[in-house]
C-alpha cells in the first residue's frame, strides 16, 4: 500500500505522539508498505525551531524506510494557547501548500481536526481517497473540560471541523475504549469504530540496571526516586504531586523527580519554591534516545490526570513505565483505561488522582516492600511486550487501512 500520514509530530520531535508515529511508520515500512509522512519541523515541546531545521518550504529525507517532508513552522511560546494556535494554522498552511503531488492508497491523520484540516481536505476530500481518523481525545468535549474552549462560537468551529473528518472516516481508530460511546452518540457505525490501544519501544525501553549514566550524571543512585517523565502540563495535576512530596519531606531518601518542560512547569517551580522543598528536582527535556535510562533511574514512575479527565485519555508513558520494568503509580479515575491497565497488567498501585495523601501511602507502600515492587515491575513488561509492542500496532494499522481502502465507496 501507499500510505500518507499526516501528523504534525514525528521523531525527533518531543511528546507522546512523535515516537509513536515514527514506529508506526517504520514498522509498516518494514512490512513492504511504501509509506510517508506530512509533518512539521522539530518544535514540541518547547515551541521552538532548532536552526538546523528552520525552512520555508519543505525538507525532505527517507528515515529508516519511512519518506519524511518536513514543513516549516514559525517559533512561538507554547505557553500562550494563541500561539499554539498560530503553529496549528502555520502548520496546516504549509502542509497545505509544499505537501506531496502523488495519491496514495490510504490516509490517516489525527485529532485535533483544527491542527490537519486543510491537509486533509487536500489529500482526502479533494482526492477522494480512503480515509483513517485516529482519535487521540475526543474534541470540543477534552477543550471545554479543560477550560481551553468558552465562547460558543469556537466550541461550534470545531465540533464541525472534527464532524467533518468524522463524515469522510473509512474507519475510526481510537486508543481508549471510553471514546466509544461519544463517537456513537455523533452517529459513527460501530462497525467503523477500531480499538488499537497505544503501544512502546519493547526491544529499547527495557528493565536496565537502576544505577546507570543518566542516574549517576543527575545524583540519583542514592536515593528513593519517584519518577515523573514527559509533558508538564496543566492537565496532569502535579501540583499534587508536589503536595505529596511536601508530605514525605521529612524522609530523606525519597526524592521527586520530574524530567520534562511543558506549560505547567514554572507554576510548579513556584510551589516548590513557596514550600521551600529539597526533595524535589527538575530536569529539561531530554533526548528521546535517553528515555531507556531515565525510567531505570526510577524505583517508581507516576501517571498522572486531573479528576474527571482520564475517562477521555490513556497516557502512552503508562506503556513506557511496564516495558521498563518499574511498578506503575496511577493517580488516576477509577474505571478508565490507565486504572484498568495497571490492574490487569498487575504492575502497579491505583490511587484516586488530585489526592496526595493517597499518592504518599501509595509511595510508602512500594519503599517498604521490595519484593512486591520488583513483581509489579516484572508484570508490567511481560504484560506489555505481549500486547502493546510495535509490531502489535503495525499489523492493527495495515488491518485497518485495508478495511478503509475495501469500504471506501471509490475503491
Same mark, same amino acid.
Not at 86 to 112: C, S
Not at 130 to 139: A, E, T
Not at 320 to 342: F, N, Q, T
Given at each position: 500500500?501507499?500510505?500518507?500520514?499526516?501528523?504534525?509530530?514525528?521523531?525527533?520531535?518531543? *511528546?507522546?505522539?512523535?515516537?509513536?508515529?515514527?514506529?508506526?511508520?517504520?514498522?509498516?515500512?518494514?512490512?513492504?508498505?511504501?509509506?510517508?509522512?506530512?509533518?512539521?519541523?522539530?518544535?514540541?515541546?518547547?515551541?521552538?525551531?532548532?536552526?538546523?531545521?528552520?525552512?520555508?518550504?519543505?525538507?525532505?529525507?527517507?528515515?529508516?524506510?519511512?519518506?519524511?517532508?518536513?514543513?516549516?513552522?514559525?517559533?512561538?511560546?507554547?505557553?500562550?494557547?494563541?500561539?499554539?494556535?498560530?503553529?496549528?494554522?502555520?502548520?496546516?498552511?504549509?502542509?497545505?501548500?509544499?505537501?506531496?503531488?502523488?495519491?496514495?492508497?490510504?490516509?490517516?491523520?489525527?485529532?485535533?481536526?483544527?491542527?490537519?484540516?486543510?491537509?486533509?481536505?487536500?489529500?482526502?476530500?479533494?482526492?477522494?481517497?480512503?480515509?483513517?481518523?485516529?482519535?487521540?481525545?475526543?474534541?470540543?468535549?477534552?477543550?471545554?473540560?479543560? *477550560?481551553?474552549?468558552?465562547?460558543?462560537?469556537?466550541?461550534?468551529?470545531?465540533?464541525?471541523?472534527?464532524?467533518?473528518?468524522?463524515?469522510?472516516?473509512?474507519?475510526?481508530?481510537?486508543?481508549?475504549?471510553?471514546?466509544?460511546?461519544?463517537?456513537?452518540?455523533?452517529?459513527?457505525?460501530?462497525?467503523?469504530?477500531?480499538?488499537?490501544?497505544?503501544?512502546?519501544?519493547?526491544?529499547?525501553?527495557?528493565?536496565?540496571?537502576?544505577?546507570?549514566?543518566?542516574?549517576?550524571?543527575?545524583?540519583?543512585?542514592?536515593?528513593?526516586?519517584?519518577?515523573?517523565?514527559?509533558?508538564?502540563?496543566?492537565?496532569?495535576?502535579?501540583?499534587?504531586?508536589?503536595?505529596?512530596?511536601?508530605?514525605?519531606?521529612?524522609?530523606?531518601?525519597?526524592?521527586?523527580?520530574?524530567?520534562?518542560?511543558?506549560?505547567?512547569?514554572?507554576?510548579?517551580?513556584?510551589?516548590?519554591?513557596?514550600? *521551600?522543598?529539597?526533595?524535589?528536582?527538575?530536569?529539561?527535556?531530554?533526548?528521546?534516545?535517553?528515555?531507556?535510562?531515565?525510567?531505570?533511574?526510577?524505583?517508581?514512575?507516576?501517571?498522572?490526570?486531573?479528576?474527571?479527565?482520564?475517562?477521555?485519555?490513556?497516557?502512552?508513558?503508562?506503556?513506557?513505565?511496564?516495558?521498563? *520494568?518499574?511498578?506503575?503509580?496511577?493517580?488516576?479515575?477509577?474505571?478508565?483505561?490507565?486504572?484498568?491497565?495497571?490492574?490487569?497488567?498487575?504492575?502497579?498501585?491505583?490511587?484516586?488522582?488530585?489526592?496526595?495523601?493517597?499518592?504518599?501511602?501509595?509511595?510508602?507502600?512500594?519503599?517498604?516492600?521490595?519484593?512486591?515492587?520488583?513483581?509489579?515491575?516484572?508484570?508490567?513488561?511481560?504484560?506489555?511486550?505481549?500486547?502493546?509492542?510495535?509490531?502489535?500496532?503495525?499489523?492493527?494499522?495495515?488491518?485497518?487501512?485495508?478495511?478503509?481502502?475495501?469500504?471506501?465507496?471509490?475503491?
Amino acid at each position: 500500500m501507499r500510505i500518507l500520514l499526516i501528523a504534525s509530530h514525528y521523531a525527533p520531535d518531543g *511528546g507522546p505522539a512523535a515516537p509513536l508515529f515514527t514506529m508506526l511508520c517504520e514498522g509498516l515500512a518494514r512490512r513492504g508498505h511504501d509509506v510517508t509522512v506530512l509533518t512539521a519541523v522539530p518544535h514540541y515541546p518547547s515551541g521552538q525551531v532548532p536552526d538546523t531545521f528552520h525552512t520555508k518550504g519543505v525538507k525532505e529525507s527517507v528515515e529508516n524506510g519511512v519518506r519524511v517532508l518536513r514543513v516549516g513552522l514559525p517559533s512561538v511560546d507554547r505557553a500562550r494557547l494563541s500561539k499554539r494556535f498560530y503553529q496549528f494554522l502555520a502548520y496546516q498552511w504549509n502542509a497545505f501548500r509544499f505537501g506531496p503531488k502523488e495519491a496514495f492508497d490510504v490516509i490517516m491523520t489525527h485529532t485535533p481536526a483544527m491542527e490537519i484540516w486543510l491537509p486533509f481536505v487536500r489529500y482526502v476530500v479533494w482526492k477522494r481517497k480512503p480515509f483513517v481518523y485516529s482519535i487521540h481525545d475526543v474534541y470540543p468535549e477534552v477543550g471545554i473540560r479543560l *477550560g481551553f474552549f468558552r465562547n460558543p462560537i469556537v466550541i461550534r468551529m470545531v465540533e464541525a471541523l472534527e464532524n467533518h473528518c468524522l463524515k469522510h472516516a473509512q474507519r475510526v481508530r481510537v486508543l481508549s475504549r471510553s471514546f466509544i460511546d461519544g463517537l456513537l452518540k455523533k452517529g459513527i457505525p460501530a462497525d467503523k469504530i477500531e480499538l488499537v490501544y497505544d503501544w512502546v519501544e519493547t526491544d529499547a525501553i527495557k528493565p536496565l540496571p537502576r544505577q546507570n549514566a543518566f542516574s549517576t550524571d543527575h545524583g540519583l543512585n542514592n536515593k528513593y526516586v519517584i519518577l515523573y517523565a514527559g509533558n508538564i502540563g496543566l492537565v496532569q495535576a502535579l501540583e499534587k504531586t508536589v503536595e505529596a512530596a511536601d508530605l514525605l519531606k521529612d524522609d530523606p531518601e525519597i526524592l521527586f523527580v520530574f524530567v520534562g518542560d511543558g506549560a505547567g512547569k514554572a507554576l510548579l517551580l513556584e510551589k516548590v519554591q513557596a514550600l *521551600g522543598l529539597q526533595n524535589v528536582r527538575f530536569i529539561g527535556y531530554q533526548p528521546r534516545e535517553l528515555m531507556p535510562e531515565i525510567f531505570a533511574s526510577a524505583d517508581a514512575s507516576l501517571v498522572s490526570l486531573k479528576k474527571g479527565t482520564s475517562f477521555g485519555a490513556l497516557p502512552s508513558k503508562t506503556f513506557s513505565i511496564l516495558s521498563s *520494568g518499574r511498578p506503575v503509580i496511577a493517580c488516576v479515575d477509577e474505571g478508565s483505561d490507565a486504572w484498568d491497565l495497571v490492574e490487569k497488567a498487575q504492575a502497579g498501585i491505583c490511587v484516586p488522582p488530585e489526592d496526595p495523601v493517597a499518592l504518599a501511602e501509595a509511595i510508602l507502600e512500594l519503599k517498604t516492600t521490595a519484593g512486591k515492587s520488583k513483581e509489579l515491575g516484572t508484570n508490567g513488561r511481560n504484560y506489555v511486550v505481549q500486547y502493546h509492542s510495535p509490531q502489535y500496532a503495525a499489523e492493527a494499522f495495515e488491518k485497518i487501512y485495508q478495511e478503509a481502502i475495501i469500504a471506501h465507496p471509490n475503491k
